[in-house]
C-alpha cells in the first residue's frame, strides 16, 4: 500500500521547522522535506509498520538532509560578502501556509542569527534536541560520530547561544507599536527620537549578498546605527519611509520596502528589548525576497 500523503502532511510544519532553523533557508528546508517524503514513500509496506515514532524518524531524516546542506554550504558563506541573514518567512494570516511554521520562536531572527555561530554539527544537534529531546545516542546517528561527541556538540551549541543570549520575543502589540514610532521618527529625520527607541547596544545587519549596496558589517550602538539610518534618509529622499507595507517576518512585526529609482526592495524586522529596538535585520539580497 503507497504511503498516506495526508498522514504525512500532519508532520509537514514541525519538519519545515526543524528544516528551517537548521539551514537558514526555505528552499532548503522545502527540498529537505520533500526528500524526506520520496523516502519514507519508497518504504515497504512492513518497513513503514516498524517504525514505532514516524514523527521522529521523519525528523531525524530532514536533520541528516539538512546537516549535508549545511556542510556543502560552509564554504559558500565564508565567500559571502556581507553579512548572512535567513531567508526571511512572510506570512500574511493564520490561513498562510507557512503559519504553522512562524508560531514556533526559534525562527523569530534574532534567534535565527545566532544560530549562524554554530557548526553545522552544533546546529542540527541542537535543533533536534529542542524539537524531539532525542537522546544523544539517536543524535549521534544523525551526526554519525559517538555518543559522547554527540553530547559535546549539543552542550557547546547551547553554550554559545546562552552567551549570545537572543531577547526574548516582545509582545506583538510592543513590537508593532515600536516599529510604528521607528518608522514615524526616521521618515521626519528625528535623530533624537531614533537614539531613544534604540536599545544603547542596538545592531544593524543588512544582507545584500554583494549583489546591492548595503553595509558590509554590523553596525552597533544607537547613535551610529541612527546616524547610519539618517545617511539613508539624505541619500534616497523620502522614498526610503514611503511605500512600507506591515507584513509579519518570521512571525514577529516587519516592513516590506518597496524599490525605488536607486533603492532595492527588501524586508525588514526588529527585535525589542525592554520598549527599544536592540536589533534591525534587513535583507535586500534578491535571491532571498523570492519567499
Request: net charge neutral; glycine share 6%.
Amino acid at each position: 500500500m503507497p504511503a498516506d500523503p495526508a498522514a504525512f502532511e500532519s508532520h509537514r510544519a514541525h519538519l519545515l521547522r526543524v528544516g528551517y532553523r537548521s539551514t537558514g533557508s526555505l528552499v532548503d528546508a522545502e527540498d529537505a522535506v520533500q526528500d524526506a517524503w520520496l523516502r519514507w514513500s519508497a518504504l515497504s509496506d512492513a518497513e513503514r509498520a516498524d517504525v514505532r515514532d514516524v514523527r521522529g524518524f521523519l525528523t531525524t531524516t530532514v536533520a541528516r538532509l539538512c546537516l549535508d546542506r549545511l556542510r556543502s554550504a560552509a564554504a559558500r558563506r565564508e565567500r559571502y560578502v556581507g553579512p548572512w541573514l535567513p531567508e526571511p518567512l512572510l506570512t500574511t494570516g493564520r490561513d498562510d501556509p507557512l503559519a504553522a511554521v512562524v508560531q514556533d520562536e526559534g525562527v523569530r531572527m534574532a534567534a535565527m542569527v545566532v544560530l549562524e555561530r554554530l557548526s553545522p554539527p552544533q546546529r542540527v544537534a541542537l535543533v533536534l534536541h529542542e524539537a524531539l529531546d532525542l537522546p544523544y545516542a539517536a543524535i549521534a546517528d544523525v551526526l554519525d560520530c559517538s555518543e559522547a561527541t554527540a553530547r559535546q556538540h549539543a552542550a557547546r551549541a547551547r553554550r554559545i547561544v546562552a552567551e549570545a543570549a537572543p531577547p526574548p520575543p516582545a509582545g506583538d502589540a510592543e513590537q508593532a507599536a515600536v516599529l510604528t514610532a521607528f518608522a514615524a521618527a526616521l521618515a521626519r529625520a528625528d535623530h533624537a527620537a531614533l537614539v531613544s527607541l534604540l536599545h544603547p547596544d542596538a545592531v544593524y545587519l543588512a544582507d545584500g549578498g554583494g549583489t546591492v549596496k548595503a553595509a558590509r558589517r554590523p553596525v552597533c550602538g544607537a547613535d551610529k546605527v541612527a546616524r547610519l539610518l539618517l545617511g539613508f534618509l539624505r541619500r534616497y529622499g523620502p522614498e526610503l519611509t514611503t511605500g512600507w507595507t506591515p507584513v509579519l517576518v518570521n512571525g514577529a512585526a516587519g516592513v516590506r520596502t518597496q524599490a525605488g529609482s536607486d533603492l532595492p526592495a527588501g524586508v525588514v524586522t526588529i527585535a525589542v528589548v525592554d520598549g527599544r529596538i536592540s536589533g534591525i535585520y534587513q535583507v535586500i539580497n534578491p535571491a532571498k525576497l523570492a519567499c
